[in-house]
């Protein structure tokens, strides 16, 4: 399964920024429709840290405590495709953030339970 993520961008703090994944598997044509997905993040010289995710049909959702509030995570399955809105960006939000599947339908947030991953994109939010 290949991840595509996409955009991320430059933002001012109190902004919001739309993050989308996408999924494809062209040999299979394997879809993300059974799994749950999260959203992850890592800022230069930090480890990689949870940030939010979904359950295989969108019923239950996780998010850390950092995003309550600012960000909601939604996924359509008929396009194979998680997002992840974020409102109320502050500087600590910046980061590269990666999409993953999920080797089940919850929505986890340990990165062990995810066994496929995007490259990236780059979210800067200026002060």
């Known amino acids: 399964v290949q991840l595509q993520a996409s955009g991320g961008g430059l933002a001012q703090a109190g902004g919001s920024l739309r993050l989308s994944c996408t999924a494809s598997d062209r040999a299979s044509g394997r879809t993300i429709s059974n799994n749950g997905v999260g959203w992850f993040r890592q800022a230069p010289g930090t480890e990689r840290e949870f940030v939010a995710a979904?359950?295989?049909?969108?019923?239950?959702?996780n998010y850390a405590d950092s995003v309550k509030g600012r960000f909601t995570i939604s996924r359509d399955n008929a396009k194979n495709t998680v997002y992840l809105q974020m409102d109320s960006l502050k500087p600590e939000d910046t980061a590269v953030y990666y999409c993953?599947?999920?080797?089940?339908?919850?929505?986890?947030?340990?990165?062990?339970?995810?066994?496929?991953w995007g490259r990236g994109t780059l979210v800067t939010v200026s002060s």
């Open positions: 979904i359950s295989w049909r969108g019923g239950s959702t």
């Open positions: 993953a599947v999920a080797r089940h339908a919850m929505a986890a947030s340990r990165l062990e339970y995810y066994h496929y």
